[in-house]
């Protein structure tokens, strides 16, 4: 699996140097631990996708089990199409997943199940998505304050800290 990872890797960093195409796989979405991961299948080996330019709310956070029970429905069992952007280290690859040639990242946006990041990269259109659907108040943006999933772990963290020390 590291092996692969690294081929990966080296793929995306060529490509970014050159005209390449970026690293682009498919498989079958196999599970879907929370509403931006996914384990795909591809030859005889599991590999976590964290979907690109999004961040779903996190366990405990009002709409977390909506925004996974959607990708759930999105892509449990089907057969994707990966077009990896980046990686996290041995922890999982980041990128673009396609159902059918739809986005699924653009699809939660759209939903109001998601928060647009540029943590790794921007993205013009789901940008526009994102604004779009907070315009429309729906999903996440029902509420009166959502909390970014980032914000939600530093405050989570801090609290750990301080019960730790206490």
């Known amino acids: 699996m590291k092996v692969r990872i690294i081929y990966i890797t ?29 384990m795909v299948y591809v030859n005889k080996k599991m590999l976590t996708i964290r979907l ?15 925004a996974t029970q959607f990708t759930h429905s999105l892509a ?3 057969k994707v199409t990966v077009e990896i952007e980046s990686y996290a280290g041995e922890q999982y690859l980041i990128g673009r997943v396609f159902i059918e040639n739809k986005d699924v990242s653009m699809t939660l ?25 907070k315009k429309k108040k729906i999903g996440i943006w029902s509420q009166d304050k959502p909390i970014p999933p980032w914000i939600y772990r530093q405050e989570k963290e801090k609290n750990k800290q301080r019960s730790e020390t206490d």
């Open 76 to 78: 449990y069992k089907k």
């Open 10 to 38: 080296l793929l995306v960093i060529i490509s970014g140097i050159g005209q390449l195409p970026a690293a682009k796989f498919k498989g079958w979405c196999m599970k879907i631990p929370e509403g931006d991961i996914m």
């Open 109 to 133: 946006i759209e939903a109001g199940l998601a928060w647009y990041t540029k943590m790794h990269g921007a993205d013009r259109y789901i940008s526009k998505a994102f604004r779009k659907a």
């Open 52 to 66: 690109a330019h999004i961040d779903c709310p996190d366990i405990g956070q009002p709409f977390e089990k909506q």
